[in-house]
């Protein structure tokens, strides 16, 4: 993969200062990977929008067989062919939704975080946007749809509450924010490095909401 030089004056201090200390970033589950599990990268995509910073998100199709719908980071299952985490992260986010991995400055990478749900363990990538293209989706089988949405209306309160699994008994950050339903691990992972960027606004933890019935087996 070849590295390109960052225009630091376009990226924000706070990814700056994110990815500077991105090894101190950590979910409320952290704790040691198990060596069985299997390795997958996610692309956190931050880029100069029309009101500020933004990040690229995916909605899954409805077809699919594991967590349909829900939407989620570009990213997938690390290769044997791929170099490590960032390259997996990139060439899937190329794949999904088009975009040129020259035209992103990777920034940092967060360690990986085990999901036991799924025994997978993912290396979320800080990234910034240098030089935005148009991106959309490529395989309407894979995803269903693409957007961009502003790091502003994911910190608005408004914007902001507790999703809650009728069958699980899980509470945990959510957003729902331009007609995308954000939770489960998606939504905590953004709760987490908007909170360690400093981007956090008090919101409404005891606001909970059922999750909607079409995630309830997903």
Do not use: C, K
Request: cysteine-free; proline content about 9%.
């Amino acid at each position: 993969m070849t590295e390109h030089p960052t225009a630091d004056e376009a990226i924000p201090g706070w990814l700056n200062r994110l990815a500077a200390t991105a090894h101190e970033v950590g979910t409320p589950w952290q704790e040691p990977v198990n060596d069985r599990a299997r390795r997958s990268a996610v692309l956190m995509l931050f880029g100069p929008g029309e009101r500020g910073s933004d990040i690229v998100l995916t909605q899954r199709s409805d077809t699919l067989r594991n967590h349909a719908g829900q939407v989620a980071l570009p990213g997938g299952t690390i290769d044997p062919t791929d170099a490590d985490a960032t390259a997996a992260a990139l060439r899937e986010a190329h794949e999904e939704v088009g975009l040129e991995p020259s035209t992103v400055d990777v920034l940092a990478s967060i360690d990986p975080i085990p999901l036991s749900v799924t025994g997978f363990a993912v290396q979320p990538v800080l990234s910034w946007w240098r030089s935005p293209h148009p991106i959309g989706v490529l395989d309407p089988a894979e995803v269903a749809r693409v957007g961009r949405v502003a790091v502003d209306d994911l910190t608005d309160p408004v914007n902001r509450f507790m999703s809650v699994h009728p069958t699980r008994g899980f509470a945990a950050p959510a957003f729902e924010v331009d007609g995308f339903y954000i939770w489960g691990f998606t939504a905590i992972l953004l709760d987490t490095v908007l909170d360690a960027a400093g981007l956090t606004r008090p919101w409404d933890r005891e606001d909970r909401r059922i999750v909607p019935e079409r995630f309830w087996t997903r």
